[in-house]
Each structure stands twice: as C-alpha cells, then as structure tokens.
C-alpha cells in the first residue's frame, strides 16, 4: 500500500554539522553520505551551498548516488527582494542538488520578533521561494521552523505558511519542532489535524530531542498521518540533537507495518553505519545506544544468561543480528564467529565456519581488541588481518629501525622553524635500504621517507598519500596505562580510500603500524610482487 | 486533584546498577539517596537485600529521608514453598525498608520456558508473597515483569498475574516493559486498558530504552493512566538504559498538568543531581543530555544567537535557570559578532560592543578559523584569545628552541622499542631554563620535559596532567598545504578540566601551541605571579 511508505530523510551533514564539537570536512561528507545512499535511504541532505567553502565544494562534485536524492538546504528568499534576485535562492539552484529544502518562519511571534515583517510578506516568501525553484530544480521542500510552537500561538497563520508552499507545488511541507520542546502527545494530536488538511503523503516530521523525546515524537508523528522523517545518524545535532534516524529505522522496520526504503540485508549495516560516524567524528560509540550500541544485547550473569539461553526472546527485543549487533555475554564472552564470518564474505573470502583457522582468527581479534585496535571504520587492517590468518600476505617490506628529529628554532632568517626528519633503515627480500626525508611533522616525515625507500621497488606507491589521520588516547584515566590509536586515511591516484589502525603506548609506534598496514594494502591491491632476494 | 498526582520512584541504586561497568559502593548509596529524597523523590529503591554484602549493609543502616519512602526489591516467593518460609523473602521484611517491590512474572511464555511452573501457581505466588509482606510492612508492590510481552501473548493471565497482586492489597501494580521493546503507540493503549480494570492510581510504569523510546513511553502511561513512574538518573542501566526521571521531571512539572512531589526550588537543582552522579561514577556528563547538558540550552549558528539575544523563547523551550542549567554561547566559523560579545560576558568581561577591542578580537577570531583554530570545544583557548586582546595575559615563559627525538630499535634484550625524547630551552623573566625528558611519544615528552622547567617556578603546574589529545588534519586535499589542528585537554588536582587549540602545518608545532595554551590557562586561574628577572 502506497499510504503506508514512509521516507527517510538524512540531515547528518546538514542538521547534524551543527552539532557542538562537530565539524565535517569535504572526505567525511563524501564517505558518510555514500554510506547513507548505500544503506538505502530516501533523501541524503547535504549541506547549505553558500554558506561556506565545505558545503560549496561538496555541492561542486557530490558522489553519484544509487538511489538517494541529494538534497540542498537554504532560506526562502529574503524580505522585500524577488526570489529570482535573490543570491541565497541561485546558490541553490546553481548547485548540483536534485531537490532543494527551503527553511522558513511558521510562527507569528518569529515574524514579529526576530523578522520584523508582516505576516502576509512571510507567507509570499514561502510561495514565491517554492515556485522558483521549480523552475530550475525537479523538486522543492519547506522545512516549516517552529511549527508547533506557531500551531498553538496562531493556528491560522502556521497553516497558511504550510499552504503557502503546498500550493505552489512543494514536494513535502516539513513541520518542524525546531526547539525540541514538544511532548509527543502533543505532536501526535497536531500532525493529525494538519493531515485532514494536507494530505500526510505530503507532510513530513523533524523533531529535536531536548525533552528526550525525539524518537517517539517522529514515530508518533508518522502515526498521525505524516510520510516523511527526518533524523541524522546516531541522533547528531545542535543542544540535545535530533531524532536519531538509526533507533528509527529499526523500529519501523521491525515493529510497525510501515514501509521504508532499506531492504532486510541492509539493516544488517545500521551498527556499522552507527560507528562509521563515530570513527569518522573520532569519538567512542556510546555503549547504551539503542539497536546498535556494545549493550545493547549485553546480558549479565545469573538469572537472564541462563534464560536467554534458553531461549533469546526472554530477554531479548529483537534478534541482534538482524541490525548487526550481537548478544554480548559479559561473563562468557561468546565474541562475534558469526559476524566475523559475515565480515569476511563481505570482502569477499568465502571460508568454511568449521575452518581452524576462523578460531584462531577469532581469538586474534579478540586479542588485538583487548589492546585497543578497533575495526570499524578500519576496514583496510581487518582486511589484512583476515588475509594474514589466511597465510595470503606477502611481507613487502620490514623495517629494521627508524630516527625522527623535531627542530624547533630560529633559523638564519630570524624566523622561527620547525622541522622535521626522519631516517628509516629498512629491508626489502633481504636487500637494506636507508633513506632520510623531512616531513611536516614526524608521521609525515616517516611517511615520507618509507615511500622513498620503496618507490623504487613498488613505483605504484609514486601515487599514493595521506588523506587523514586521527588520534585517540583511550583509557586516559589509566596514567601511564594509556595507549594511543592511530587512524590514517590514504588514497590513491584511482581514486581508492582505505583507512587502517594502529595502536602502541608510543603514538609514533602506532602510526607506524597503521603506515605500515596502509602501504601493504594498496600493494596487495595493485597486485605487486615481491622481487626475489639477489 | 488526587488524580493529577504523579509518584516518582527513583531505580538508580537497584536497577541503575545493573549498568555495564557500574559498581556502587555503601558510600555512593548513601550520597545518591540523600540528594534524590533532598530534591523530592517520593520512592528510593536502595537495592536487594540478602543479594550481596553492599547492599545487605546498606538495609542495615540506611540513612533517615526527610520524605522517600525507602524501598527494598526482591522476587515473590519461590515455587514449592510457602511465603513464610522463604529466606529471599525473610531478608527483605527483615531489612529496614519502608516498603518492598517484589517482582514476577506476568508473560506466561516465561512461566513456560524459564519457571516451568504451571501458571496458577506463578498467580498463587504473587498474591501469598504480597499479603505476608503486609504483614510486617506498611506496604507492598509488585513489579509484574515483561507485562507487555505478556498481555500481548495472554492478557488474561497477563491481568490476573495484576489483579492477584491488587487483591491481595499490594500499594501499586508496576507495569514493565522488561526487554524495552514496546513502541509508544502500543504502551499507551495497553495502560488504557489497564486502568479500565484496576484504577490507574495503582498502577505504574516501568520503561526500558532498548528503541529509545523510554522517557515517552513514560510520559504516554501517565497520559493513559498510571500514576507512578519508575525511572533513573540519567537513564542509567542494563542494556541500553531506563526510563531517565532526570528528563522525566522537567517535562511533567512544566509541559503537563501532572503534580509531582518536587518543588519549583527543587527542580533548580536538577543539573546539579544529574552531574553528581556521574561524578560518583567517574565519567564526563553528557553534553547532549535533555535539559541539564552543557550543550542544552547551546547556540552556535550566528543568526540564532541574535534572535535569542532579542528574545530567549525564540530558540529555548524552557528557561534553563528552571532547571539549574545555563545558556551558552558557541564560538565558531558561524560566529558573528553578537556571539562574541555574548561569549565575552560569559566568561566576565563586559566590554561595550563599539569598543575598538571588540572589532579588533572579531577579526582575530576570523583569521585564526581561518587559519584552521576552532574555538567550539576550546574554551580556554578563546578565554585566552579575548583576554590577550584586552592585554591581560602575563607571558609566564617563552620558548627558544626544543628538539625531540622518537627512536625505533633494537634493545640490547633484542626487543623492538620506540623511544621519544624532549629537549627544552625556554626563558622565564629573562633567565634561561633547559630541560631534557622521555615520553611515551614526541608529544608526552615535550609536555615532561616543559613541566620539568616550569615547576620549580610555578609549583602549582605538579597536578597538572594531559587528560586527552586529539589531532584532525584540515583542508586534506590541499596536499602539501595541509595543516593540523591539535585539541589538548588538560585537568587538575582542583577537578578542573579545560580545553586548548593548536594549529600549525607541523604537528608537533601545533602540539605546542595548544600546551603553551594549556599552561598559561592553568596559571592564570591559580593567579600565578611571574617572578621578577634577575
């Protein structure tokens, strides 16, 4: 049934950027929204053009998506200009954007307050901004701001803003609890009365969960009639964020009879996609997350171990697999065969689960996991780590030591510098090389200098470098216990990124490790051979 | 009216401490009760006498609340044997608990497969348990355990598990969602109907967060009926959380007619009671938390900060005085100069908006992002910003030179090992200092080896220490034009943790700039003298 398809609409990237901390650049836009088409979503948000470089450059050259529409976010047009002479407006629709999603005021006191305008100028911004686009663009969105809070100050002019933009032809009118202080009982009665007005296949939800309730809010919106959610990744957003479109996404699938976009075997990416963000933001997934987080199917000894063993659905909700989580038993910890063994048909190694070595490599991840190694996000080194309990990695290169010096002084200019060098001594089929490079910084420095050593061996290394690299001290209380995770992006000429990881109490040591790891995968992806000793 | 009166029962110290990595010790038991009956709680379950020596000392010698009753859980007595002669039962009425929460089950597939009990028995239990409990205390409830599974499966032993419970005089029936799996919707209808049979004034609610959907689903039982409401703080415990009464109360006492037991000067000490907790816990509060994170009442976006300066109820659904929070202003790439100015007072400087000063620290702030600082998150680096441009920042050292040097070899026990090591030479009031320390990495080892300079001069520098490092790479496809942001949070012995920025295209340069920050910040607060030269 047609009425009972629900789109989802991402604002990670848009809604999501506002978050405090947060601050995406060009790469993470890129693999975050690729992610979010390939999962299955409707609408991929992804940003303002105009408003700053990041967004302009994205907007530039998106990905091509599969499936999602890649929409741009802007204002209406400004108060007492056309909307054809508006320079805000033509940012958007000069963009490569599919669909554009217009902001607007629905709530009188803003109009009064903040905009000083009549009420009348408001709602012909709304209609006129709407009409434009279409001339330019095949679809147009309003995001209604502060919707609630108008509905219940002057219900005529809240609708009248929603009309406005439904009239001239707008794809979905967005109502908006911008300042998340709507409880859902309250939403549930206002959606309804909006969808005996306008048909709910045109109204869509987006809530901020400043009462905690944001997930509830959209469920029960889409409830009362509305056909559109909007939600980022793991709840991001500014103040308390917004409705998190991975508690969403299971929860109508499994638990509702709507329909969404994403198919059963993409559920099983939502824990991934859920610590993708996380990596990609360089912060620890929350543990107590719904669906996705380590807890979430964590049972304690006693009483509930022995009855799910017994059966799961005791003390279960839902079978973990199906979102790619899994049952986590603290006291005999039964670590993830399955899902190692789904991550390695992933990528594409197609091994018996009897297999001895799939226990031993079982045992490996558990090991290097215990001494801080994370995978997700790390997708390159677990390939490696796979491959290597498999005896398929060939040892292109060993090192046998390396010296960094970090200068910092006034050279002869009366400037003060500070470089960077490093000296790497390192074996290749038995034959010693030396080399010496300077660098921004010691990572770069040795970076620099390795692939200086083996170009000359492996020449398509000519073409590969570092994208980024990210740093975490993980159980920081610790003191001396403390160890470092290195994360390093690299990319190649054919357009290929792959991150690996390194971890070591030396933060120099682990970056080595994940430099080490980034170079073996790009030459076991170039098929290159290891030349024969002399 | 009677019927609007909300009872608040507070889990924390039972149920909160099945949490994964949660462990209370008597101490943190008693500081927890004491500030949950001092803010008004109606009920305070301190844990399962007889269950472990904690909480067995515990019911021992509990402290004397002004107002909570003081609760004790258990299970019903068991299968085969009579209430009187039950040890688990015995503990519990000979603990000093004002009341008793008992729990059983009421899913007959449990009854089934984890009791094998036949299910008039399992109702026999429930109502023997709950009248020998009368017999000694004041009062009794029963938790009827995964009530919704069950009236789902069979709602007519589902509501005679209730009615055995509420015949025999038990105080309230508390209905769970045991497993969280229970949308809002279907919570909603359920209490409903419920509260048709026995009177909502008996009936609570007891929410898991397993599709984050706990605090609604709270809410939506009171609306449907039930009048008490079982919860955490901060939404503490097993999996992924329970219901949190720290956004339970807010959201009852100022967006419903609902009475709760908590006072208007009460209330303002939410965010304290909030962050005391996870003070006892060791951990940092969440800074997306509804109502009491620091990120609440948070503004970034440079046209919202106007709009609030104008009229707070523009972006704030609540005073956050009310709740003893506070509003922020965030300092970023969006920031105007009204978010300065608001920043500015923040911090204590009132400074008028035409002084010279203020034009001259916006355009500071400017080049810096655009250099790549970023002062969201960084507060004492733009604490330090604002207050050199007012000149009001001593120079407590300056640096000449370092040179530092990571070693990767072979030792003579023939292990590989990496060591790093720092050479300072700084100035303090004109007298040279030169230093030389090792770290667990370049970065650790500078940090040594500058403290090992500055600490026979400013003593107060011993309890300072690097609580977390982070390193982001900007403008990444800009290759050789790329720079790194460093964040560097430090704390000390006074519980101060503080955040500082470092940008350089090196990044140990960059590494540099935000310890210098660090340090001078520290100093500052301590109001620290420079020495005079020699």
Redesign the interface.
């Known amino acids: 049934m047609t009425d009972n398809r629900v789109y989802l609409f991402d604002s990670t990237l848009r809604d999501g950027a506002?978050?405090?901390?947060v601050?995406f650049?060009?790469?993470d836009k890129i693999a975050i929204s690729m992610a979010l088409d390939a999962i299955g979503l409707d609408y991929i948000e992804g940003g303002w053009p105009g408003a700053?470089p990041t967004d302009d450059?994205f907007f530039k050259d998106p990905p091509a998506f599969e499936k999602a529409g890649f929409v741009a976010f802007g204002m209406t047009r400004r108060p007492g200009r056309s909307a054809e002479n508006d320079p805000g407006l033509s940012a958007l629709l000069n963009s490569k954007a599919d669909s554009i999603c217009m902001v607007g005021k629905a709530w009188d006191?803003?109009v009064d307050?903040?905009l000083g305008i009549s009420q009348s100028e408001n709602i012909d911004m709304i209609g006129e901004s709407v009409a434009h686009c279409l001339t330019r663009k095949g679809e147009a969105m309003f995001d209604a701001e502060h919707f609630f809070d108008g509905y219940k100050s002057n219900r005529q002019f809240a609708m009248d803003c929603l009309k406005a933009a439904h009239g001239a032809g707008a794809r979905w009118v967005v109502l908006c609890d911008?300042?998340?202080?709507t409880?859902?009982?309250e939403i549930e009665r206002i959606v309804g009365e909006v969808c005996e007005e306008i048909p709910g296949t045109h109204v869509g939800i987006h809530c901020h969960?400043?009462?905690?309730?944001a997930?509830?809010?959209s469920?029960?919106a889409v409830?009362a009639g509305a056909r559109q959610v909007q939600g980022t990744l793991n709840?991001l957003g500014?103040?308390?964020?917004n409705a998190?479109i991975v508690?969403l996404i299971?929860?109508l699938m499994l638990?509702?009879d709507f329909e969404i976009g994403v198919s059963d075997a993409n559920l099983k990416q939502l824990t991934h996609i859920s610590h993708l963000l996380d990596e990609r933001l360089?912060r620890a997934p929350a543990?107590?997350?719904?669906?996705v987080?380590e807890?979430?199917?964590?049972h304690?000894g006693g009483l509930h171990v022995s009855?799910v063993e017994?059966?799961p659905?005791?003390?279960?909700?839902?079978d973990p697999a199906l979102v790619g989580n899994q049952r986590h038993i603290?006291v005999s910890d039964q670590a993830g065969r399955s899902n190692i063994l789904a991550r390695l048909r992933e990528i594409g190694i197609n091994i018996d689960s009897g297999d001895a070595k799939v226990s031993a490599l079982v045992e490996h991840v558990k090991a290097r996991e215990y001494e801080g190694y994370a995978y997700d996000g790390a997708e390159a080194s677990f390939e490696l780590l796979a491959q290597r309990a498999l005896g398929a990695v060939p040892e292109y290169f060993s090192?046998?030591?390396?010296?960094?010096?970090?200068?910092?002084?006034?050279n002869a200019r009366n400037e003060l510098v500070?470089?960077?060098e490093a000296t790497v001594t390192l074996e290749v089929s038995g034959q010693p090389k030396m080399e010496v490079a300077n660098g921004?910084?010691?990572?770069?420095a040795l970076d620099t200098a390795l692939r200086k050593a083996l170009v000359p061996v492996y020449p398509s290394l000519e073409d590969m470098?570092?994208?980024?690299?990210?740093?975490?001290?993980l159980t920081?209380?610790a003191?001396t216990g403390?160890v470092?995770r290195v994360m390093i992006e690299s990319a190649d000429g054919e357009g290929r990124r792959w991150t690996t990881v390194g971890v070591?109490?030396?933060?120099?040591?682990a970056s080595?490790n994940a430099l080490h790891d980034g170079i073996t995968w790009k030459l076991m992806q170039d098929g290159a051979a290891v030349p024969s000793g002399r």
């Not at 506002?18 to 901390?21: I, L, V």
Request: net charge positive.
């Open positions: 506002q978050t405090q901390g601050d650049g060009v790469a700053n450059a006191f803003h307050v903040a911008t300042n998340g202080g409880l859902p009982a969960n400043d009462t905690e309730n997930v509830a809010n469920l029960l409830k709840g500014e103040r308390c964020g998190n508690s299971p929860s638990k509702t360089n543990r107590n997350s719904a669906y987080g807890s979430a199917f964590a304690k009855a017994k059966d659905r005791t003390y279960e909700h839902i603290v090192l046998n030591r390396f010296r960094i010096m970090d200068d910092r002084r006034w500070t470089e960077s921004n910084g010691p990572v770069n470098h570092l994208v980024d690299f990210k740093v975490r001290i920081p209380a003191g403390a470092t070591s109490t030396n933060i120099i040591d080595f």
